[in-house]
């Protein structure tokens, strides 16, 4: 089957505005991830769910930032009054999430770039 | 806090030499050790992982990795390394005991001649 798709692949967007970023995770898996990957700060965790509901928002940076999964599959996370600093490469990944599930599958990722 | 270390930002070897990737974890209890691996322009590949028992682990394309816990290390292995491998390699360690949220280390880019 197919793996994590993430759309879109690139962004190029303003200062102040918007952005959504789709995930669709493999066919099953419950447990869904988004991480961002940056050249000063590597590869940070954002958000984790389990079916709908997002029991670990720690990592999101800011009030500028959220998440939802509805249906238990695809996700969105969207970024508000978009900042140069929220440049960087957001990685989606997803599992079977029971237990002994341990396998984090990522996507390719969306570049997303701020000017 | 938790954190992992990988003290080395990029490393060259010639094709057919052995491999040693070194990662470093601090962590209060032994923590779910992962290396991933990140060709260009793709996501995150999963090489290995460790969760207890035996210290030596096997994983895809030939990788290998050893956890010492008197050392903290968690460190990557190939005896004879291939142009393919060529990539950035990322260790990381589970907070929860479960994968719901790894911290990665900084990645060791691997650079492979000819």
């Known amino acids: 089957g197919a793996g994590v798709s993430q759309s879109p692949s690139n962004k190029v967007t303003e200062k102040g505005k918007d952005v959504e970023l789709r995930c669709d995770p493999i066919?099953?898996?419950?447990?869904l991830y988004w991480y961002r990957q940056s050249l000063g700060q590597g590869l940070e965790f954002l958000i984790y769910f389990q079916g709908n509901s997002a029991p670990d928002k720690s990592g999101l940076p800011s009030d500028r930032f959220s998440a939802e999964r509805t249906g238990g599959s695809v996700s969105t996370l969207t970024i508000q009054r978009t900042q140069q600093e929220d440049s960087a490469v957001y990685l989606c990944?997803?599992?079977?999430?029971?237990?002994?599930?341990?396998?984090?599958?990522f996507g390719p990722g969306t570049r997303l770039t701020v000017t | 806090a938790q954190s992992v270390t990988q003290p080395d930002i990029h490393i060259t070897v010639s094709e057919g030499a052995s491999l040693e990737l070194r990662c470093n974890y601090s962590?209060?209890?032994?923590?779910?050790l992962f290396w991933y691996v990140q060709s260009p322009g793709q996501g995150l590949q999963l090489l290995l992982k460790y969760f207890s028992g035996d210290t030596l682990v096997q994983g895809i394309k030939g990788f290998e990795a050893e956890f010492k816990r008197s050392q903290s290390s968690f460190n990557l292995r190939k005896p004879s390394v291939h142009w393919s491998d060529a990539a950035e390699y990322f260790c990381?360690?589970?907070?929860?005991?479960?994968?719901?949220?790894?911290?990665f280390g900084s990645g060791t880019q691997l650079t492979v001649l000819p």
């Open positions: 962590y209060g209890a032994t923590p779910y």
């Open positions: 990944a997803s599992s079977l999430g029971g237990a002994n599930s341990y396998e984090q599958y």
């Open positions: 990381a360690v589970d907070k929860s005991g479960s994968a719901r949220q790894l911290t």
């Open positions: 066919s099953g898996h419950t447990a």
